[in-house]
């Protein structure tokens, strides 16, 4: 039985100590632990906070109004 990390007899105490030890891998560890639940939580959250979807298509054109164009008054650019 001691061929077993020390992880997986005292698994707190060994995160404890890998806070202290080896802080970078074992926050990078933390957070990237969370990652997975992001592909669940992440829609609905960004349903909730009013991003829409299907998004509405981006325009390649300007649109052109109908009609004629008003004349400009009120500037001195002759």
């Known amino acids: 039985m001691s061929a077993y990390p020390r992880f997986f007899k005292e698994p707190i105490r060994y995160m404890r100590w890998a806070a202290i030890e080896k802080p970078a891998i074992f926050w990078s560890l933390v957070i990237g632990s969370f ?11 960004r349903r909730l906070a009013g991003d829409q979807y299907p998004r509405p ?10 009609g004629p164009r008003k004349q400009l008054s009120g500037y001195d650019d002759e």
């Open 35 to 45: 990652g997975p639940a992001f592909f669940v939580i992440g829609p609905v959250t």
């Open 57 to 66: 298509p981006i325009p390649l054109t300007y649109p052109i109004p109908s």
